[in-house]
DNA sequence: TCCTTTGTGATACGAACGTATCACTATGCT
DNA sequence: AGCATAGTGATACGTTCGTATCACAAAGGA
């Protein structure tokens, strides 16, 4: 049994690079020559490991979403630990480690976007794989439990927190569109859990 | 002077059979055979009224933005008309003229999003051509105007404005990505405005 | 040492697509 | 009738890209 090689270890690698790729070009960018080149490898042993192209993109999709699902679970957590209590603040840190503040975020926003936006127009073929989509769900619910821990209704803490991911969610496309909004973020977090959280 | 051709409505013939190619699958989709076939024109003819693919794409894309523009301001004035001065009315009249509640609006909003994604992107080569992105700008000082029409200062009503029009621009997405979510746009909406529009 | 795994390189083929060219037809004003 | 405009069809060329194949090199444990 020679030679072991880390498989995992690869594929990761070669996922990371057409992550880049697709945050840098959208996915139309996403060709074997350029996955290799960004991951420094030979066009050749990217077929080798993934046979054919959509199975690199599926492997990269779902490492993207898994990603983002790790992301948004420490934020969780870290939030819940400064602020034991404050269901406000927690949904503030989620959503702030969502938006485009800085590069890695705004990376990661194009990514997912270029994700959802093909599996929205069918580009992806056989799977139904609403791993983009699924992302936006997750939100939603982590949110709509901050906001019945207020003491809200389930079912208006539903549409509240439809309401307010909707509304991450457009400013981080806007965000996407418009650097220079970066800044803002916080300030316009704010003054929207101000609005949605406030009771009557 | 032989045979004069009406240039302008072929180019629309063109343009419009384009906006739904793309509505449909996307800007990858937009090929000069699927735009010919769907124009049920020849492939020649587009190539002879807009000489490059380029051409094709920019001609689409400002009359979708054209469009886009033309739709919503008939939206503000029937709403004014209607409701001659309630604030809130006119921007809820606007919101759901934008929101993909319908086939026609689905596909618009489709339009709309993958050349808004094409420039972020970069996709666009060589003009800046930030006409998707416009469109979000034109919504924001609409409804920004009408919130300062109810008394609040106009910096807050512009950071309200941004604010509702990311709502509706996140609300969109999801109804693109899940259709079944079309019945509750007025209500969400209705939601949105009572949070956001209260003074207090 | 040898054999298996790991990885490379060249190369080829076909499909989709954008683009250009040429020759040809049809139409309808003047 | 004649001619400029409008439109067609075939065809061909070059790219880019995905994919498949073949032979070969390297490396390290048994």
Do not use: C, W
Request: a negative charge; glycine letters at 4%; charged letters at 30%.
């Amino acid at each position: 049994m020679p030679r072991l090689a880390d498989h995992d270890h690869r594929r990761r690698q070669i996922t990371d690079a057409a992550r880049r790729v697709v945050a840098r070009g959208g996915l139309p960018a996403a060709t074997f020559q350029s996955i290799a080149a960004e991951a420094d490898l030979s066009v050749r042993l990217v077929q080798y490991y993934f046979g054919t192209k959509d199975d690199v993109l599926r492997a990269t999709r779902q490492a993207v979403a898994a990603d983002a699902a790790l992301h948004i679970a420490s934020a969780v957590s870290e939030a819940a630990d400064a602020d034991a209590a404050d269901p406000r603040e927690v949904i503030r840190a989620i959503l702030l480690e969502v938006l485009p503040v800085d590069a890695a975020r705004r990376d990661d926003s194009m990514v997912l976007n270029a994700f959802f936006f093909d599996e929205i127009t069918g580009g992806a073929s056989d799977a139904p794989s609403r791993d983009a989509a699924g992302a936006a769900n997750y939100l939603e619910t982590l949110v709509r439990d901050r906001i019945v821990l207020t003491g809200t209704d389930r079912r208006t803490a539903e549409i509240d927190a439809r309401l307010i991911v909707a509304a991450a969610s457009g400013l981080a496309q806007a965000m996407l569109a418009d650097r220079e909004l970066a800044p803002q973020a916080g300030e316009l977090l704010d003054r929207l859990l101000d609005r949605m959280l406030t009771h009557r």
